[in-house]
């Protein structure tokens, strides 16, 4: 009594009601009017349209309710044992000085995201889907290929940045997607439309730039990862950056680390495919060039074996041999003895004589000079012995 | 695709090369419609005909000009096209 009396002047005195909006007040000028919270679902009920969570740390919990219009916009509803991280405000209800964690926003942390992408991709590989053999090869010149990101989007500005530079004679199909947060369904539908779908495409690509591994889990999804490992084109994945990798990236017939890879992998190189046609391009020449030389020279040898046959040859060949035997004959003639001055001296009837023995006195003989005979008769006869 | 034939020998020499000249422009356009691909498979197929060694001077003759005239269409190809870029709202996927 005595201590209650003493200090009744330094201590405040409140009603129930009073002291309530007191902490209410204090609450509010004393505490962050938003912060981040990191905990798991330790229960989660959805009452009313609201979702009421408890949340835990294993040490301590505390209660905290996300309002269906805040639900709406989420991207995420979380399930007993996920762990969360939450964007958060305090409600502190001042009629029962309740303490309550508001939901602004709710991701999944990333323990959840790799659990997540654990379980289906064990489901996955279970059944099949997942299995390098499946993958299918890539069209070498893809006439017109369909790209699903957000739109617009940095992603799409460098997917299609690259596209130009690189192969600008494929068809670009923009198909926007939301790559944000739960929309898993939306995904399948377009994915499921684009299946019968007459755009006449001979791949897709499903991009969606950087951001933390939680923003991709919709790349975690089961029925998303179905679609694209049933899909009857090729897929190429290019979602997050380098180290990211999701189911959807599992199932893919190509993946890629980064939406501009996806591309890059996708699209031929202009640069190459110059290099290589400009080969062709003189291979084919080269051998037209070959061809003609070829023939060319095949006509000409054709040409020289037909003269070689020709008479005319044969013609001259044969005068070259009598010319040859004429001029024989004609250097052993004595026609050019007579020219010298030597003389044949022959009987009457034109038999040669070969000794003074063979003439007598008084016979004719015939002495041929070059340029004409002569008819002498013999005087006398001289034998000289030798 | 093949080349006209031009086996048309009986007809006096001008109408041959203005027949020719024809078939040219005949086999021009068709090589207009061709994608790069296929240009590309068709100069394939004309490098390997052309290495065979008991091809006729008609038939080199054929694809000599073919060759060139898919040569020319894939440098155009290379050189000029603009990349064709649509926008398809989801909602009318299946409505195309």
């Not at chain 1, 505490?31 to 740390?57: E, M």
């Not at chain 1, 299946?195 to 591994?213: P, T």
Request: a positive charge; aromatic letters at 6%; charged letters at 25%.
């Amino acid at each position: 009594m005595n201590h209650l009396n003493s200090s009744k002047e330094s201590l405040p005195t409140y009603s129930v009601n009073e002291l309530n909006k007191s902490i209410g007040l204090l609450l509010k000028r004393g505490f962050a009017p938003k912060f981040i919270l990191n905990g798991t679902v330790s229960k989660s009920q959805l009452k009313k349209g609201h979702l009421w969570l408890t949340l835990t740390d294993g040490k301590a919990s505390v209660d905290a309710v996300a309002w269906s219009s805040t639900i709406k916009s989420l991207k995420f509803l979380p399930n007993q044992d996920d762990g969360v991280v939450i964007v958060a405000k305090l409600n502190f209800w001042e009629s029962q000085a309740r303490i309550s964690v508001q939901v602004i926003d709710i991701r999944p942390a990333i323990s959840t995201v790799l659990k997540k992408f654990e379980i289906v991709k064990a489901k996955l590989l279970e059944e099949g889907l997942i299995d390098d053999s499946l993958r299918r090869k890539l069209p070498k010149y893809p006439n017109s290929i369909g790209i699903l990101t957000s739109v617009p989007s940095s992603a799409l500005a460098d997917i299609l940045r690259t596209a130009k530079e690189r192969w600008p004679l494929t068809k670009m199909n923009i198909i926007p997607i939301s790559v944000q947060g739960n929309h898993a369904n939306e995904l399948k539908v377009v994915l499921h439309k684009l299946r019968k779908n007459k755009l006449q495409l001979n791949a897709i690509v499903i991009a969606r730039g950087g951001g933390s591994r939680e923003d991709l889990m919709l790349f975690d999804s089961e029925i998303i990862a179905r679609e694209i490992a049933t899909f009857p084109i090729p897929v190429v994945t290019g979602i997050g950056h380098e180290d990211d990798l999701t189911v959807s990236d599992l199932v893919s017939d190509h993946r890629a680390a980064t939406p501009t890879a996806a591309i890059v992998d996708l699209l031929p190189s202009i640069d190459l495919e110059k290099n290589n046609f400009l080969q062709t391009k003189k291979i084919l020449i080269d051998y037209f060039k070959f061809y003609f030389k070829n023939q060319k020279n095949s006509l000409y040898t054709k040409k020289v074996l037909f003269k070689s046959q020709s008479p005319q040859i044969l013609l001259n060949s044969k005068k070259t041999k009598i010319k040859y035997i004429y001029q024989l004959l004609n250097a052993l003639s004595p026609g050019k003895l007579l020219k010298r001055g030597f003389a044949l001296i022959t009987d009457e009837a034109g038999n040669s004589i070969y000794s003074v023995k063979d003439i007598k006195k008084k016979d004719n003989l015939l002495i041929q000079l070059s340029d004409g005979n002569i008819t002498a008769k013999v005087d006398s006869t001289n034998y000289d012995k030798i | 695709m093949s080349f006209p034939d031009e086996s048309s020998k009986n007809l006096s020499s001008t109408s041959d090369k203005e027949n020719k000249n024809h078939n040219i422009e005949t086999l021009r356009k068709d090589i207009q419609k061709l994608n790069y691909e296929e240009s590309i498979s068709e100069l394939e197929t004309i490098l390997s005909n052309v290495q065979d060694e008991n091809i006729s001077l008609d038939k080199i003759q054929s694809n000599y000009i073919k060759g060139n005239l898919l040569l020319k269409h894939c440098e155009e190809l290379l050189e000029f096209v603009e990349q064709e870029i649509n926008e398809i709202n989801s909602e009318y996927l299946n409505i195309d």
